[in-house]
């Protein structure tokens, strides 16, 4: 994701022009940290002088970004390998206003559960003294406070572990290095964590609890039914007390069976409800960006599934990470990417050459597919038998806010999910934290509830009433789409999961 004035989004390839012009101009020594920038999980600000002999490795990121998110378990990874000798810092040089505030980022770091020290830079200073041109981009400090290296764009564990271990050569051991003063935010206890998928069946409502790596299912009365998966991340297929996920998002009912796009273990699962079974149907889980191609559905390498929806056996995912619609044949079980070229953008037109950014949000309703792109704060309309992509509102990468009026003058902020209901659509205005609705027949925006947490997907419980997930309220709220009354649609008989659990199995 390159700036435009501030960035331009260009994927998951980043143009080698504007990277050799980038290396021009950079800072040989480390920075110091301006006194004036908030942190978080740190007992105090840290300085050049808390790092010294150890390689530090700064992450320029913005919330939301997916590029910058690929980039987190990488970093886990990191810190397994090389422990103490090694300190990442998060720098959050904001896109969107919502990731300018305190707010904004704490909710962040709980929705990712990040340990490691992270810097507000709201105003880009840092940004700007080391001349960084696109998120994510990681700057490697040595031991000795020399910039060392510096990467644009994602990478993996290994491009970054060879250098890390070049720094550290004549570094000296942690025997010898002070403790940091790490203090970790502590995380927020709940039944719910991080809810951000919903569908609702005639007799059932599934809820993606993503914190927990699990399916929730409920009566429509709140009435917890079942618990899908035994609450661990993994991949295991089976029974639902034995099963796997690892933070699934979307989910869609769909012919006896619950499809979850289960993003960090980059497949789609089938949830059995008569059986009580839980299969894969696609994805080999190697996370890996594929622009076209049609392959058998357990041999295809998939990048962070984010929501599903069907329609005439067909299964279309949201593929965030390819910026891109895909498709699976549930008849023939062949997947292939179906629309969007694969580069980041706002581009109508034939799905083989329209662009997305970082779809997430689908719902299907009477010939047409409906998509939100967080990116460019848009919400599009792809028409399944002419195959052709149309904005309903957005305007570009760029381009967001929070207007009401006519579609084309509207403005979104980071709109994660959205749903059909009454000729309607209805949008989860994530960083706005507001629903919205979108009045087909007279393509008009209209604000329906402000105030909520960062609302991330949306469903019709019945044809007066939505329910709403909250990814930073970790609840499910019920809205009257008429009046706009919103109140905690409590689940009843859900218990709490225990993060020991899992800790004791590993």
């Known amino acids: 994701m390159l700036r435009h004035t501030r960035s331009l989004l260009v994927g998951a390839a980043i143009l080698a022009a504007i990277t050799l012009g980038a290396c021009q101009a950079r800072a040989d020594n480390a920075i110091a940290f301006p006194s004036s920038l908030p942190w978080y999980n740190v007992s105090r600000p840290l300085t050049l002088a808390d790092l010294k002999g150890r390689a530090v490795l700064l992450d320029f990121f913005t919330p939301g970004c997916i590029n910058c998110v690929h980039m987190l378990p990488v970093e886990h990874e990191l810190k397994k390998r090389f422990g103490e000798r090694l300190v990442i810092v998060g720098i959050d040089s904001p896109k969107f206003s919502a990731s300018a505030t305190t707010q904004g980022l704490v909710d962040f770091i709980h929705r990712y559960q990040l340990h490691h020290p992270i810097i507000l830079d709201s105003d880009s200073t840092l940004w700007g003294a080391y001349n960084v041109p696109a998120w994510p981009t990681l700057i490697l400090i040595g031991p000795d406070g020399k910039v060392r290296d510096r990467y644009i764009g994602e990478q993996d564990v290994d491009t970054l572990a060879g250098p890390i271990k070049a720094a550290l050569a004549d570094a000296p051991p942690v025997s010898k290095l002070a403790p940091l003063p790490m203090l970790v935010m502590a995380g927020r206890a709940s039944s719910l964590s991080v809810p951000n998928g919903l569908a609702v069946s005639k007799d059932e409502v599934a809820i993606a609890d993503t914190g927990h790596n699990r399916i929730i299912l409920a009566d429509d009365q709140g009435r917890v039914k079942a618990v899908i998966g035994t609450g661990c991340a993994g991949d295991a297929d089976g029974g639902y007390g034995t099963a796997e996920f690892n933070h699934p998002h979307g989910l869609t009912f769909y012919k006896g069976s619950l499809y979850v796009a289960d993003t960090d273990n980059q497949r789609i699962r089938r949830i059995d409800l008569e059986h009580k079974t839980v299969s894969t149907v696609a994805g080999t889980g190697k996370r890996e960006f594929i622009g076209g191609g049609e392959y058998h559905a357990m041999k295809a390498n998939l990048n962070s599934p984010w929501d599903v929806a069907a329609a005439g056996n067909m299964l279309y995912v949201a593929m965030a990470g390819n910026h891109q619609i895909w498709r699976l044949d549930l008849k023939t079980h062949r997947i292939q990417p179906w629309a969007g070229s694969g580069r980041e953008g706002l581009r109508d037109g034939s799905i083989g050459s329209a662009e997305f950014a970082q779809p997430s949000g689908l719902s299907v309703h009477d010939g047409t597919l409906y998509d939100v792109d967080p990116e460019s704060s848009s919400v599009r309309e792809i028409y399944l038998e002419k195959q052709r992509v ?75 009433t939505l329910l709403v997930a909250e990814v930073d309220g970790n609840r499910i709220v019920s809205v009257n789409p008429a009046t706009g009354k919103a109140v905690p649609w409590k689940l009843k008989g859900l218990k709490a999961h225990s993060a020991k659990t899992c800790a004791k199995r590993h």
């Open 390 to 464: 149309h904005t309903l509102v957005g305007q570009g990468l760029f381009n967001f806010g929070d207007r009401d009026g006519p579609a084309q003058h509207a403005l979104l902020q980071h709109a994660e999910g959205v749903t059909w209901l009454n000729g309607n659509l209805y949008i989860a205005d994530t960083f706005n934290n507001a629903l919205r609705r979108l009045d087909l027949s007279t393509d008009k925006v209209t604000t329906i509830v402000k105030g909520l947490q960062q609302p991330a997907a949306v469903a019709p419980l019945d044809p007066k």
